[in-house]
């Protein structure tokens, strides 16, 4: 980001955020938009959940350079994805896990981005 005017914080703004997602050399990159009169600060808790990731990750203006999917529920009632990340080397690694996991793939959060909301 070029320039971060702070004066943005105090009103409604649409902020771009880029979620980089990581088991061991395999990444995941997803570029999100957040909207609402609230700092960047105040979103990180946000992201200690997988409820509110998932629903980031299935908004249409989501951008994700890997593939992800919600499986639903299980029958004792677990949230359960899907997700398949990419090495540098083209490699890919699968892993299935319930949703509560997923924010412990979450390794990297930068604020791309933030426009006035018109």
């Known amino acids: 980001m070029k320039s971060f005017d702070p004066n943005y914080i105090c009103r409604f703004s649409k902020k771009t955020i880029k979620l ?17 009169n ?13 409820d509110t ?7 249409k203006t989501s951008k ?5 999917e919600d499986l639903g529920q ?16 083209g490699k890919n690694c699968e892993t299935e896990d319930y949703l509560d996991a997923l924010p412990e793939m979450l390794v990297g959060i930068e604020l791309i981005d933030i426009q006035t909301e018109d």
């Open 20 to 36: 980089i997602f990581q088991q061991w050399e395999y990444t995941g990159t997803a570029f999100v938009e957040i909207g609402g």
């Open 38 to 50: 609230c700092s960047f600060a105040d979103m990180l808790s946000d992201f200690q959940d997988g």
């Open 53 to 59: 990731l998932l629903s980031l990750l299935k908004q």
């Open 64 to 68: 994700l350079d890997f593939e992800f």
């Open 74 to 89: 299980d029958e004792e009632g677990e949230n359960w994805f899907r997700a398949i990340l990419f090495s540098d080397t």
